[in-house]
């Protein structure tokens, strides 16, 4: 199957510093990647929706200028989550496909704590 | 707004039962449902994919169903192990006109197998 690498796995940081995930896909170019959030014993929670070369689209109650990304090529998404804070602790995963409906594959996720 | 249902939140059974993961959804104009398993700080791994045409697939020891008039799948989990521990995400994909839609998540399912 597709491989999508995401790094970090796990960040810690302190408040009001800026995190960047960065999300590839390493054999196969992905037109579409998503990014979503998992809080502890929750569903994991669409944010946005990020095409190449194009503005995410955003999910109904997520900061566009909070979580800013970043879809500059076919094969990297980048997730930043600028001024963070303790309320932005979560697991952040990216998934991506190569056409509109084609299968998703995910990252293996980013565990961010912000002290 | 589609909202996914994992029932049990949470099973422990001895090694070598079989088992059904339930899940159901309110929207039932999918595009396609998937199952995942999830490790503990892990990515995502996709189990099987059933789309919106589709009644069953398999992959070995694997079973998943999907009746879309009912808003309902099951994945079944034959003589299960205890490496099939783990959480067993329910997602279902938007059917919209063009576009990538992403996956609307269920809470899961927390699966210990016990030696």
């Known amino acids: 199957g597709a491989v999508v690498s995401q790094h970090p796995s796990w960040v810690i940081c302190k408040s009001g510093t800026s995190v960047k995930i960065e999300c590839r896909s390493l054999?196969?170019?992905?037109?579409?990647m998503f990014w979503y959030r998992q809080f502890p014993k929750q569903s994991l929670m669409l944010m946005a929706t990020s095409n190449e070369g194009s503005k995410a689209t955003y999910e109904q109650g997520v900061e566009k200028d909070k979580f800013l990304i970043n879809h500059a090529s076919l094969t990297l998404s980048t997730l930043t989550v600028t001024s963070a804070h303790p309320e932005d602790s979560s697991f952040y995963i990216c998934?991506?496909?190569?056409?509109?409906?084609?299968?998703?594959?995910f990252g293996s996720g980013t565990q961010l704590s912000v002290l | 707004k589609q909202e996914v249902t994992q029932i049990p939140a949470a099973l422990s059974v001895p090694e070598g039962e079989n088992l059904v993961l339930n899940c159901s959804f309110t929207d039932s104009a999918i595009y396609n449902l998937q199952w995942f398993r999830q490790d503990p700080g892990k990515g995502l791994t996709s189990l099987l994919l059933?789309?919106?045409?589709?009644r069953e697939q398999t992959s070995g020891r694997l079973n998943a169903s999907l009746d879309k008039s009912s808003g309902r799948s099951t994945l079944y989990i034959a003589a299960s192990q205890p490496g099939d521990s783990a959480t067993y995400l329910c997602?279902?994909?938007?059917?919209?006109?063009?576009?990538?839609?992403?996956?609307?998540f269920g809470k899961g399912t927390h699966l210990i197998i016990q030696p």
């Open positions: 998934s991506a496909s190569w056409g509109a409906r084609e299968k998703l594959f």
């Open positions: 054999d196969f170019q992905a037109t579409t």
């Open positions: 997602a279902v994909r938007r059917n919209s006109r063009g576009g990538a839609d992403g996956l609307t």
């Open positions: 059933i789309q919106s045409s589709q």
